[in-house]
């Protein structure tokens, strides 16, 4: 317990103001010096991303929607249904406002990640590229040091909130819903990571290509019907998240109140937990785009945060608070569960819907996460690292669905914070090179 507390407080300092100060800080400067441009060039991203072209000479592992979908399948997790029902538990419905806002200047910093990504990838021995923060800041920012605590702190993590969290967050679902034992649950995801991850990046992009689509478009329209059934309480929803972001929210029936510090910690401490903006992980998969130029895939990884918060994650605060299950003092998963049986009538099928997205959802940000740990290791070490970590990733795959998390979630919390300060760094300090990037996909568009 006394290491738990330790762990938390110093959780409180990593997630702190300056950080959040920070992080909102970095996306507000790279809007204003890239002209809006996560406003302006929304639609033409999509249209990037999402409608199939070739791209002559474009040097790479995987297609522009690969890339996209890869980094998709590691943000679209827990924090989608999970974080969003923590935020809005603690931090009141305005909470769900905050991780909007941080979303929106989040598409900026994803966008600064992905163009920094594409521009300083090189190749391993075996051709493989390989970028991410790491890089920029090694090649880029002359700080090297820098680039190898990035990736230390990545590698930890890798393990933490990208692996044991996902894997007892699906064990936990299973055995929740299906009374299903641990033991087998981390026996079969062991298995099946296994077969996804030894491919390498290829195999992991065609089974996020497939996989993420279907479980984000399934969990959405699901929320949709929820939402639809309580239609003429939209208009109060909104109301109601746009007051209490700016007003302390009263405690009423379970909830105890909260203040609008709550709400605006809780909100963008979630909201990055959900889309890794700022996070700079996202930016390894953009690296393994085949493209000629670090605009496009830019503009294809900018999507990634506005599908993950302000829809994905915007389903989910919509139903518990349309429900009105957010006044019962429920937290996490429960919270979501009795959102989704409140307006469908109880019995089970919320729990259904709850435990598809929770078990799709972490075995995607395991395959995902997989990717990010594996470039670390390689940039720590070298590419002879990458078979013995892909077997050490599946043995802690088994472990996590096996064991009790407390102070890992925790733990996976500070690395995750950590990762964020010298990847800020990088995008402040090359922030001349991003603008210069982005005139010249432009002038060549």
């Avoid at 441009?37 to 639609?43: C, G, N, S, T, V």
């Avoid at 300083?120 to 680039?147: E, F, I, Q, S, V």
Wanted: glycine share 10%; charged share 15%.
């Amino acid at each position: 317990m006394e290491s738990l507390q330790i762990l938390e407080k110093v959780n409180s300092y990593v997630w702190g103001t300056p950080t959040i100060l920070l992080l909102v800080g970095t996306g507000i400067y790279l809007t204003i010096i890239l002209k809006g441009i996560q406003f302006r060039k929304l639609f033409a991203a999509l249209n990037l991303a999402f409608v199939k072209r070739k791209e002559k000479d474009g040097e790479g592992d995987i297609s522009h929607f690969q890339a996209l979908m890869t980094a998709m399948a590691a943000t679209v997790g827990t924090g989608n249904i999970v974080g969003v029902a923590t935020a809005i538990a603690v931090g009141g419905p305005g909470a769900l406002f905050w991780m909007w806002v941080i979303a929106l200047f989040g598409m900026a910093t994803k966008y600064s990640e992905a163009i920094l990504a594409v521009k300083y990838r090189r190749k391993d021995a075996k051709g493989r590229m390989c970028g991410g923060p790491m890089y920029y800041l090694a090649d880029g920012l002359n700080m090297k040091w820098l680039g190898i605590l990035f990736a230390v702190f990545t590698a930890i993590a890798t393990f933490g909130i990208g692996n044991m969290v996902q894997s007892n967050s699906v064990a936990d679902s299973f055995s929740r819903t299906f009374s299903f034992n641990p033991v087998y649950t981390g026996i079969i995801l062991s298995v099946l990571t296994g077969i996804v991850i030894i491919g390498g990046i290829k195999s992991i992009a065609r089974v996020s290509s497939f996989l993420t689509p279907f479980m984000v478009l399934v969990y959405v329209s699901c929320s949709m019907y929820v939402i639809f059934l309580n239609i003429g309480k939209v208009p109060e929803v909104i109301l109601l998240i746009l007051k209490s972001a700016f007003h302390p929210t009263p405690a009423v029936g379970g909830f105890a109140g909260a203040i609008v510090m709550q709400a605006v910690k809780k909100g963008v401490s979630r909201g990055i937990f959900s889309n890794e903006s700022g996070m700079g992980s996202a930016a390894i998969a953009a690296a393994a785009a085949k493209t000629k130029s670090p605009g496009a895939q830019a503009l294809v990884s900018m999507t990634q945060t506005f599908i993950d918060t302000i829809i994905v994650c915007s389903m989910t605060g919509f139903v518990i608070i349309v429900s009105g299950a957010w006044k019962s003092g429920q937290n996490g998963v429960e919270l979501t569960i009795s959102s989704f049986n409140t307006v469908l009538g109880g019995g089970k099928l919320g729990g259904y819907i709850v435990s598809f997205g929770l078990i799709t959802f972490s075995f995607s940000t395991l395959i995902g996460w997989s990717y990010y740990g594996e470039k670390a290791m390689e940039f720590l070490f070298s590419d002879k690292v990458i078979l013995p970590y892909r077997v050490v990733f599946c043995i802690f795959v088994y472990i996590g669905a096996v064991s009790k998390l407390t102070v890992v979630w925790t733990f996976s919390d500070i690395m995750n914070g950590l990762m964020i300060i010298p990847n800020l760094i990088a995008l402040l300090g090359l922030s001349h090179i991003i603008v210069k990037e982005s005139k010249k996909y432009a002038e060549q568009k």
